[in-house]
């Protein structure tokens, strides 16, 4: 998931980029990027050091203020300091709230205003002065305090400056909206995007990210856990960028139990993309990931539930899953660590559904799995023809997750129509083969546009705008699909082989109708028209209450954008006497789907 700034910079609400100044590493005086100097040399000395109060952060920003108010140095107008852009600019709303945490210390008086600005910072939107004398910061203190903006702007910082001559160091520098998704710190407007998908499981906390390009820089659950100011924070070396790992494995759970989604545990193993620890001194990996499942689902009164209680959820998460690394079946010793991890997993929580990298032909008495994982990048001509891919997989032994999918290559670029109605035509397929297929998830899932590591994706967003990809608006035509009845369709156009389709019942938790949702993938330039036949149903279709709707554009490598966020989106329209036969049509490079209404029945549909 944390691709792309996806986490920290987007559904991750924190707006401060490198609060704890650890970004540059431990090494001081070390690189304090994005935290810029307001003043000159002869007015400000800014450098870190390891002065910090927190044990594993040990890096704070230390100011040395050379001006005044008065005397034979004074400071500019405004004062001298620093100031975070945040992530391509804080996105400040008029009216919204906005808390501000930060440690301070001094060894003088501090009078030290704290503002959200312009980008040029000559407009405040909000401040607040704070001031003491030297005996109150002469420890860490730290301060917390909520700001109201005046007005709105997209692109602002946060400055913290002052017009007092002395030496002031700072912490752990945050400022959160105090609105966010259910409350827990998750950018409001792309976590509702996401639960508009109704999502069936959340996997996290991704691939590569979760490996590391070397161990040290992997995701290492623990570090990310607890009070956000203890967590040291991790280069995000697979991508590329440094995250404080405020969005750590408390908030992954969190967010899914608040999407109402399964967790997917995605684990270290003891790889990286370039290293691998040998079986023989796993063990302590072993026990720090049982650990893991400990912190999310053990009681309150054991070592790791305890921790999560301390953070606010004395209740267990439900984790039923655990992937034991990301495709590395090919690496030397996955086998024999996989097996490792296997047995001390179940012996402590036989009920976990333990998922593996290699593929269902590997798995054996000797070697077990509950779930098989499945990667499939392919072109979009390719991924159409993959609507078939699972048609012959013998129907016993564990069911594969396809955790990672998507378009890739010339006609898939930033998210075109194609790209979406291939995969569309590959879901097609999975539900015709969910007896052996558990699950799916298209990768990646979020992107923001200042740093597209990875394209396409399903979620595009800045600081304050966001669109859906067409593969985003092609997803809400299978999100009635879990826990659905699926039905065989047989299609028959001749000399025509670019259109596949199902058929499901499924029924609405609004009204508790029942509808049969038959969706059409129409792959190529031809439009055509179809007669439907509906037979076996217990129940007949009602002439009225039925709906079409269809996902198309005028042309197949259309894309959406933030100028035309729904250039390429569903459109419905009622069916007007919908019956059993009846003729449609189909058009060219098009996803269609007929939700019909069925007459109330007491039974499901065979």
Known sequence: MEINHAGAGGLWAELVSNRGFEAGGPNTPSNIDPWFIIGNESSIIVGTDRTSCFERNPVALRMEVLCGSKGTNVCPSGGVGVYNPGYWGMNIERRKGYKVSLHIRSSDAVSLTISLASSDGLHKLASRTITGGKKQFAKWTKIQFRLYSSQNNTNSRLQITTTKTGVVWLDQVSVMPSDTYMGHGFRKDLA????????????????????????????????????????????????????????????????????????????????????????????SLVKDVVDGIEFARGGANTTWGSVRA????????????????????????????????????????????????????????????????????????????????????????????????????????????????????FLVGLEKNSDVVEMASCAP????????????????????????????????FFKDSSGATFHPTTMQVSNYDQMVASAITWQSPKDKSTYLKIKVVNFGSKAVDLNITVTG???????????????????????????????????SSPVADAKQQMGVSVSPYSLTSFDLLLEPSKHSII
């Open 537 to 571: 149903l217990e129940s007949g279709i009602k002439s009225s209450g039925s709906k079409k709707t269809v996902l198309t554009s005028a042309a197949p490598l259309d894309e959406n954008s933030f100028g035309q966020p729904e250039k390429v989106a569903p459109v």
């Open 445 to 476: 899932l979020f992107v923001n546009d200042n740093d597209r590591r990875w394209s396409p994706d399903a979620i595009v967003f800045n600081s304050w705008q966001h669109y859906g990809c067409p593969n985003y608006w092609m997803l809400h």
């Open 310 to 425: 301390a953070m606010g959820h004395p209740q267990p998460f439900k984790l039923d899953y655990v992937s034991i690394g990301n495709q590395e079946c090919w690496m030397l010793y996955y086998r024999g660590n996989y097996q490792k991890f296997y047995s001390a997993i179940k012996a402590a929580y036989p009920d976990i559904n333990i998922i593996s990298s290699c593929d269902k032909s590997t798995t054996s008495a000797s070697n077990p799995a509950d779930l098989y994982d499945v990667h499939v990048y392919a072109s979009s001509a390719n991924m159409f023809s993959r609507t078939s891919m699972f048609d012959n997989t013998p129907r016993s032994g564990p069911k594969a997750i396809v955790s990672e999918y998507a378009v890739t290559g010339n006609d898939a670029g930033k998210g075109t129509l194609v790209a979406a109605l291939a995969e569309a035509a």
């Open 192 to 283: 509702s995007m996401l639960a508009n998908l109704k999502p069936q499981f959340l996997k996290f906390p991704g691939g590569n990210y979760a490996m590391g390009n070397y161990l040290r820089n992997a995701f290492h659950w623990g570090e990310t856990v607890g009070p956000w100011e203890e967590r040291p924070g991790h280069v995000n070396d697979a991508w590329g960028y440094w995250t404080d790992d405020g969005l750590g494995f408390f908030e992954f759970l969190q967010l899914a139990e608040d999407l109402g989604a399964s967790p997917v545990w995605v684990v270290n193993d003891g790889a990286s993309i370039n290293e691998e620890v040998p079986t023989a001194i796993i063990a």
